[in-house]
């Protein structure tokens, strides 16, 4: 088997886009009818960008490791589990190998 080679995409800063420019990534990526893998870190909700992506679920499956916060809320002891565990189900999604792109969203953060 030919090794495939990887690449990771970091989008960071303050301010607005960095989730908006990874969704476009696994938009794109489903539209060229990869399989894609969505990891949200401190987030829990419904956000309007994950409902239209739920329509693709064929393709793109989202996970969420958070509790509902407050955009600029002290991320707190229970939020650090939360992170824990969405890292232990990462590691068991990229063993697998079933996705091809996998998104980790406020991973650096979390």
């Not at 990771?8 to 908006?20: L, M, P, Q, R």
């Not at 949200?40 to 409902?51: H, Y």
């Not at 693709?56 to 509790?67: A, N, S, V």
Request: glycine share 12%; no cysteine; charged share 30%.
């Amino acid at each position: 088997m030919k090794e495939q080679k990887g690449f990771i995409h970091v989008y960071t800063g303050e301010g607005k886009g960095k989730t908006t420019a990874a969704l476009g990534l696994a938009l794109r990526a489903a539209g060229a009818g990869l399989r894609v893998y969505v990891g949200q870190f401190l987030k829990k909700g419904d956000f309007s960008e994950l409902n239209s992506l739920k329509m693709l679920e064929k393709y793109i499956t989202i996970e969420q490791f958070g509790r509902p916060r407050k955009v600029g809320e002290i991320i707190n002891e229970q939020d650090k589990q939360y992170a824990v565990k969405g890292l232990q189900r990462i590691e068991e999604i990229m063993a697998q190998g079933e996705y091809r792109v996998i998104v980790l969203d406020e991973i650096n953060v979390a």
